[in-house]
């Protein structure tokens, strides 16, 4: 999705004009980076202890390896935690990375960020190849109905990522949903379920059938499962080992009447970190890690 | 026009910098020293430290910064608190958190002291009395008051003194083994707390202390374990205002300032304003703090350089990096007290009547002005049409 930068330099010196192209490629590389990846939330740790303090970083990258994106107030639409039945807004600092912070609560903690929509152009290969790759067949299919497969991609596109903080023990909390447009919720709480992740995935509130999910494992890129969802937008994941996952969906819909954008992409992920069951004395063995 | 009209947007965003720098001024106007509201100076303190020495630990807080002037100090009614939590869990892992703070607590709420100091000094700063709750061998504690060398690295306060309080406890009070020691000092005048001081200058920073006409919370008034909370509340209020500021050209220009002394930084919202003290690494500032640390230089490495900006204000090349005069090897360890000699009066004064003085010419200019040409040009009507 990223954006191909192209600037017309006749009449400009040759070493002004590398500066343009240097300052352009530059420009194009943080923008493309802001919008061509997969995004996700990182908190400071997944299984905080009550009572201390949390960081959560927002982070943009392909196959789970991600760089930061500095908080920036005038692009969220939400940013919030829900835990002990109550939902906060997380702060932090204009600019800053961790993007937020809280005060972690007695149990389970839900986070969300939903991003405000940013307006995406791309020329038509690029634009079918990533419809694509997140398995929006149906868009392409549109598309081709209505005559516009050459005509360049015009999206706005905004980030619904959550990310679990696991309490003391299973909580109902960690399956509730939380509003966003669209959203990936887990079935029972997926910090206590090491070998498989049930979820469904809701637009606006209700199931969406046939959605591509992916799954990825932090530090294995080896590691990429992918499913659809059913009709009751249900699917399930055999997680072959335990660690920080990532799910992650995009719905793509028609964008409203009055947008100059043709289509409206919600990228919807979810973290969280699996580990394995207790041991015989009642301690949670480490989540496997590879060598970094 | 648009550029004077700029200037003059910038001049009046610049007076109203002042106008908050003014308005926490008593944060500002001492270095080490913080209490935003200061009922006395005797109740202002300004220097805590905290290391091993021999088979046990000294403790040094001060009081009543800039002091030449001799007895009697007004002491009534102060009692000075000195809490050691013992129980928090704290970490070392994290660079960043020991580079600043000595350590990482993990459970900020829930620091809570186990030992309580609590001392009272007589009008010529000698102890009145002590009260030490949680410690083991009480009889084995030291504890002195008196009038010191002011111990802070830091030319504007050299050839001052303080009313220091050394207390020397040995390690047969602490809990066996312990290792690990949260610290935090406060003063209370008839009850009410005034001040605190946790890790060297950290909430005397003007960024800490709530801006007037805001609800901001006063984290100097708060214990450690509200600290935190009461720090993020400080964020989101200065957020909104680093929104309004990055909002308009006009305002812009102002960014630098407006960071540089008043947003809160990432750092500042994890952990509260204690002093960390570890046996498991070498002592010297922020792992405890010796009397011979250059905290101006250190606390500015981990990115608070305030007071090395304040330090370089006379030109005086190079900066002192040790103490005016040597510190003592054994107990008190602080150096003999300068001679006193009267304090002079304050360079400052009172904005207030020049505030008055100005509304009260505003309301002639607006009102009485207006009134008396009017009353003057219908006079002056009513005479002609009668005439």
């Given at each position: ?6 600037a017309?330099c ?46 959560v ?12 994106v500095?908080?920036?107030d ?48 791309l ?5 079918e190849a990533y ?6 067949e ?9 005559g ?8 706005i ?22 509003g ?42 080896r590691?990429?499962l ?16 335990t ?7 995009v719905r ?5 009447f ?12 979810l ?22 | ?14 007076a ?19 209490p935003?509201?200061?009922?006395t100076?005797?109740?202002n303190?300004t220097?805590?430290?905290f ?8 403790l040094?807080?001060d ?14 009614g102060?009692?000075f608190?000195?809490?050691f ?8 892992t ?19 002291p ?6 009272q000094?007589?009008?010529d ?18 504890v ?9 690295i830091?030319?504007?306060?050299f ?20 290792q ?23 909430t005397?920073?003007?960024r ?19 600290q935190?909370?009461a ?25 630098p300032?407006?960071?540089t ?29 010796l ?34 005069k ?19 009066p304050p ?18 200019i ?22």
């Amino acid at each position: 999705m990223g954006v191909a930068a192209r600037a017309g330099c006749d009449g400009v010196s040759r070493s002004a004009r590398a500066a343009a192209v240097l300052a352009l490629a530059a420009l194009a590389g943080i923008a493309g980076a802001a919008r061509a990846h997969d995004f996700w939330l990182e908190p400071s740790t997944f299984r905080p202890p009550p009572g201390s303090t949390a960081a959560v970083r927002l982070r943009v990258g392909e196959q789970f390896l991600g760089d930061p994106v500095l908080r920036s107030d005038a692009a969220i639409e939400r940013f919030v935690v829900r835990q002990d039945g109550r939902e906060t807004k997380v702060g932090g600092i204009e600019g800053g990375d961790p993007a937020g912070w809280f005060i972690v609560g007695g149990g389970a903690a839900v986070i969300a960020y939903a991003s405000k929509p940013t307006f995406v152009e791309l020329p038509a290969p690029r634009f079918e190849a990533y419809l694509r790759r997140y398995g929006l067949e149906a868009t392409i299919a549109a598309r081709a109905r209505n005559g516009e497969r050459n005509e360049p991609g015009r999206e706005i596109f905004s980030r619904q990522a959550k990310a679990i903080l696991a309490g003391a023990r299973p909580s109902p909390g960690a399956s509730r949903p939380l509003g966003l447009r669209y959203e990936i919720v887990p079935v029972g709480d997926p910090s206590f379920t090491p070998t498989a992740f049930h979820g469904r995935v809701l637009y606006e509130g209700e199931p969406v059938a046939g959605a591509l999910v992916t799954a990825l494992l932090r530090g294995d890129p080896r590691i990429r499962l992918t499913t659809r969802s059913d009709a009751a937008g249900a699917f399930a994941f055999a997680l072959p080992r335990t660690g920080v996952w990532l799910v992650e969906s995009v719905r793509m819909v028609k964008a409203s009447f009055f947008s100059r954008a043709d289509w409206e992409s919600l990228w919807a992920s979810l973290t969280f970190e699996t580990v394995a069951p207790p041991s015989a004395s009642g301690k949670h063995a480490p989540a496997q890690r590879p060598p970094e | 026009m648009q550029s004077s009209l700029r200037r003059l947007a910038i001049r009046c965003l610049a007076a109203s910098f002042v106008l908050a720098a003014v308005a926490v001024a008593p944060a500002l106007a001492s270095d080490h020293a913080d209490p935003v509201m200061l009922v006395t100076k005797e109740t202002n303190l300004t220097d805590l430290f905290f290391f091993p020495q021999g088979d046990g630990y000294v403790l040094i807080f001060d009081v009543r910064r800039a002091l030449t002037d001799p007895p009697p100090y007004n002491t009534a009614g102060d009692t000075f608190h000195v809490y050691f939590d013992l129980h928090s869990r704290i970490t070392y892992t994290n660079a960043a958190d020991q580079a600043r703070y000595g350590g990482t607590i993990v459970q900020p709420s829930g620091v809570s002291p186990d030992v309580t100091i609590s001392v009272q000094l007589n009008p010529d700063g000698s102890l009145l009395n002590s009260e030490l709750t949680g410690l083991a061998n009480q009889q084995n504690v030291r504890v002195w008051s008196g009038v010191r060398d002011d111990p802070f690295i830091f030319p504007p306060f050299f050839k001052k003194n303080v009313l220091a309080t050394v207390i020397s406890i040995p390690a047969s009070s602490c809990p066996p083994g312990q290792q690990d020691f949260i610290l935090w000092a406060t003063v209370e005048r008839n009850g009410q707390q005034i001040d605190h001081v946790g890790r060297s200058i950290r909430t005397q920073l003007p960024r800490y202390s709530p801006l007037p006409l805001t609800d901001e919370p006063n984290v100097n008034l708060l214990p450690p374990n509200q600290q935190v909370p009461a720090i993020m509340e400080l964020n989101d209020s200065r957020n909104r205002i680093t929104t309004f500021i990055n909002k308009y050209t006009q305002t812009a220009p102002a960014i630098p300032v407006w960071q540089t002394t008043f947003q809160i930084k990432p750092f500042d919202l994890t952990i509260p304003d204690v002093m960390i003290f570890t046996t498991r690494f070498p002592v010297g500032y922020p792992n405890g703090r010796l009397l011979t640390d250059d905290v101006v230089l250190k606390t500015c490495l981990a990115g608070d350089c305030l007071l090395v900006d304040l330090s370089t204000m006379s030109g005086a090349w190079p900066r002192a990096t040790t103490n005016d005069k040597p510190f003592l090897p054994d107990f008190p360890y602080l150096a003999d007290p300068w001679p006193s000699s009267p304090e002079p009066p304050p360079g400052t004064k009172s904005i207030i009547p020049l505030v008055i003085g100005l509304v009260l010419l505003l309301f002639l200019i607006f009102t009485v002005i207006p009134f008396w040409i009017g009353y003057k040009w219908g006079w002056r009507r009513g005479r002609a049409a009668t005439a």
